[in-house]
């Protein structure tokens, strides 16, 4: 059974700092890139970054650049977003999912149906 289970959501202020985590289990993580996307209330589930496997190729929405970071440890089937100088308007429940697909570019880092494996999110909480 495929699993992926976010981490390291938090409540914290503006120009704060988390760290993400995405631990995977039941699946050849190095087969799959990973995405971390985010829905905050009332609105659909946006793509926030994603990391190839095949090279370590990283992609951000404009939202986050600068501003996010995302990796990978292929050794540990985890990818991490770290983020930092958070925003109120980044507040959502974060979700990382597997891509069908080791690889990825901008154009397509944001097709939630290029991927098939979810897990359950983490909440963070900006305030101002």
């Known amino acids: 059974e495929v699993q992926l289970q976010a981490s390291g959501g938090g409540s914290v202020q503006a120009g704060g700092s988390l760290r993400l985590s995405c631990a995977a289990s039941?699946?050849?993580?190095?087969?799959?890139?990973i995405g971390w996307f985010r829905q905050a209330p009332g609105k659909e589930r946006e793509g926030v970054s994603c990391i190839s496997s095949s090279d370590g190729s990283t992609y951000y929405a404009d939202s986050v650049k600068g501003r996010f970071t995302v990796s990978r440890d292929n050794a540990k089937s985890a990818a991490y977003l770290q983020m930092i100088n958070l925003k109120p308007e980044d507040t959502a429940v974060y979700y990382c999912a597997a891509n069908r697909a080791p690889y990825i570019n901008q154009a397509n880092m944001a097709n939630i149906e290029d991927y098939n494996s979810w897990g359950q999110g983490t909440l963070v909480t900006v305030s101002s």
């Open positions: 039941g699946l050849s993580f190095d087969d799959h890139a």
